[in-house]
């Protein structure tokens, strides 16, 4: 990356660089924007920011990836709108952090991600809470500021109402363990995972076009079985007020359609938990167990996932070590997550890639869970020699 931007802005003098990973969520989905839980890890899939000062005011962001650059002089960056383009989430940061009060200096930016785009990974989070750092420079910000400040951003700029877990695990992501996210007191618990087991993520490689439209449908019809219910139980004010028992007895009072939404987000907060206890005693039938009802749940209450996720999940649970699998993240595309023994992977990577190439035709990527800190600057770039830079 520093022999990038060299090449790029002519000189790699001060660079700073800076990574906040993707995640995979194991348990918990569709829950955070109802305040409920979650149980994500962060990856060593990541997105790297690279920024040093430039020299003529202006703000220049290049992606490596997308070999595009956009560039603006600095006091016009908070009159921008967005224009449904990858610079609309570093825009969308940076006018947050001058809407908290931060003066921006004027940066030349590169970006370089290992996130897969549209993966399900996460890779929208990462590239935030790296721009965010990187244009802060430094300068302090609590974490949980971070986080939110960055969730504010694609909320109110790129315009999807996500809840919190992407960029909060990208901001507290940590080595061997999950962290189990309240997405109402905003606290989190490290949860270390049982030996004797492998993540991995299987992309199917597709994307579907209702993914942002449904899920936005999805918060609307969450947010009508919260009317609903707080018709029987006033003091609800989202779903993770409802307990189970309560709604087996507000059920029948709800439109079939939300009935269906409100048992997912219900039985998946509950799920949370039990996954949790299930970790704790180092139950790998259970946890499996879990992922699967969680998919299952996903499949038929929330209808998120589709054809190609449902042929992943159950192609592995045909798999001889496979405990479970789940669809993971938003749905309509992206990856499933697979909890197998160890000397399983091998077997299972080759199954599945040749069984989801006869049916799709399409080659899916696979990626080994590797639970990883939280976004940080990379300090190591330092003790790099000019000399050894230009060598390599
Ligand atoms: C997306 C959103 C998250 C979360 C998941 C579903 O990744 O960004 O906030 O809602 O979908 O669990």
Not at 163 to 183: K, L, N, P, T
Not at 229 to 245: G, N
Not at 301 to 327: I, K, N, P, T
Request: charged share 25%; glycine share 8%; hydrophobic share 40%.
């Amino acid at each position: 990356m520093i022999d990038a931007f060299r090449r790029l802005y002519g000189s790699a003098d001060s660079v700073r660089v800076f990574r906040a990973p993707g995640r995979v969520n194991l348990i918990g989905e569709h829950t955070d924007y109802n305040l409920g839980f979650v149980l994500p890890v962060a990856l060593d899939l990541a997105t790297f920011v690279a920024g040093a000062p430039s020299p003529d005011g202006k703000l220049r962001i290049h992606s490596e990836d997308r070999r595009e650059s956009v560039e603006w002089p600095l006091s016009e960056v908070s009159a921008l709108s967005p224009r449904r383009h990858w610079s609309d989430y570093p825009i969308g940061v940076a006018q947050e952090l001058i809407r908290a009060g931060f003066t921006l200096q004027p940066l030349n930016l590169l970006i370089h991600s290992t996130v897969p785009e549209g993966s399900g990974l996460s890779s929208s989070a990462a590239l935030e809470v790296s721009t965010a750092l990187c244009l802060l420079q430094g300068r302090p910000m609590g974490p949980l500021d971070l986080a939110r400040l960055c969730q504010r951003a694609e909320r109110s700029f790129v315009g999807m109402p996500c809840g919190i877990m992407d960029q909060y695990i990208s901001v507290f992501g940590r080595e061997h363990a999950a962290v189990c996210i309240d997405c109402r007191s905003l606290e989190s618990q490290v949860v270390p995972l049982p030996e004797g087991i492998e993540f991995v993520a299987v992309n199917t490689m597709v994307k579907h076009e209702l993914a942002s439209s449904a899920y936005r449908e999805r918060t609307e019809q969450c947010a009508a079985a919260v009317q609903a219910i707080r018709r029987q139980y006033p003091a609800v004010e989202s779903l993770r007020d409802v307990t189970p028992e309560m709604f087996e007895q507000a059920e029948a009072s709800l439109p079939a359609v939300i009935a269906r939404r409100a048992r997912h987000v219900v039985s998946e907060d509950a799920r949370v938990t039990q996954f949790m206890s299930a970790c704790r005693q180092g139950d790998l039938v259970r946890m499996g167990e879990l992922f699967e009802a969680s998919h299952r749940s996903l499949q038929h209450d929330y209808e998120v996932s589709c054809d190609e996720l449902d042929f992943l999940v159950d192609a592995a649970l045909g798999l001889e070590g496979v405990y479970g699998a789940r669809m993971t993240g938003g749905g309509f595309g992206g990856c499933t997550v697979n909890m197998m023994r160890p000397d399983a992977v091998t077997h299972f990577r080759r199954q599945i890639a040749q069984a989801y190439h006869e049916r799709f035709g399409i080659h899916p990527q696979m990626y080994d869970c590797r639970p990883s800190s939280g976004a940080e600057e990379e300090k190591n770039i330092e003790s790099i020699s000019p000399a050894a830079r230009l060598g390599s």
